[in-house]
């Protein structure tokens, strides 16, 4: 399994993660390795593209069965919370405690945070969208995608599901204003604007033996 982190200004979070995530794999005896994809320039974030970004260099290294789509500031609770690759799209981050102790139970349909995705299920569903620029709708959209292709998805109850976030919600960048119309017209488009369609330039690959670090520039699609 191949986990993907997409990420920029975090490294702060990033060794926090690491701290607790290399453990608790190893305690699983899951085989894996760790891709933080770190968006340069001064773009909006694009979490999603990322993603898809991941999976392709992911893939240039080795075959992986399965990616875990993974936010830097999500620490797992419960080691028996498994990273292995499941039959169903898996959704990990099932109850989330905020700072100052807030807790938020994440929708029915929600797949963004912590998830689990086989490789044969991604490439179904063309990855996720890549015009999602700033904060939020990517989730949306690629849970739209999954019940689009009627893959079979899960999620993990609150006990094993339960995570700690390292970051308020609303420091997470700015808002993606066209959100919602890109989500209703998301249907019309899956099937051309998704991992066949990312593009971008890797500017260095850094590797070490707790991650691999993928700089990269990415590039818009047309919508």
């Not at 080795?62 to 080691?79: G, K």
């Not at 898996?90 to 109850?95: E, G, V």
Request: hydrophobic letters at 35%; a positive charge.
């Amino acid at each position: 399994i191949a986990i993907l982190i997409p990420f920029r200004d975090r490294e702060e979070h990033l060794q926090i993660f690491l701290y607790y995530m290399h453990p608790m794999l190893q305690h699983q005896q899951t085989e894996y390795c760790i891709y933080v994809i770190e968006q340069i320039g001064k773009d909006l974030f694009n979490r999603g593209m990322l993603f898809n970004v991941g999976v392709k260099e992911a893939l240039k290294d080795r075959d992986y069965d399965c990616f875990a789509l993974h936010d830097v500031d999500l620490i797992a609770e419960n080691q028996r919370n498994l990273y292995h690759c499941p039959d169903k799209a898996r959704h990990l981050s099932a109850l989330i405690h905020r700072l100052k102790r807030v807790t938020w139970h994440p929708y029915r349909s929600n797949f963004g945070g912590a998830s689990i995705v086989r490789r044969d299920h991604f490439e179904k569903i063309n990855g996720f969208s890549n015009l999602f620029w700033g904060w939020g709708g990517e989730d949306d959209d690629i849970s739209l995608r999954l019940s689009k292709y009627q893959i079979p998805r899960e999620r993990v109850n609150e006990t094993l599901g339960a995570y700690t976030m390292l970051t308020k919600r609303h420091t997470r960048g700015p808002a993606n204003k066209n959100a919602m119309s890109l989500l209703r017209s998301g249907p019309t488009r899956y099937g051309r604007d998704g991992l066949n369609t990312t593009k971008y330039n890797v500017t260095e690959k850094i590797r070490s033996k707790l991650y691999t670090r993928v700089k990269v520039k990415l590039f818009r699609a047309d919508p």
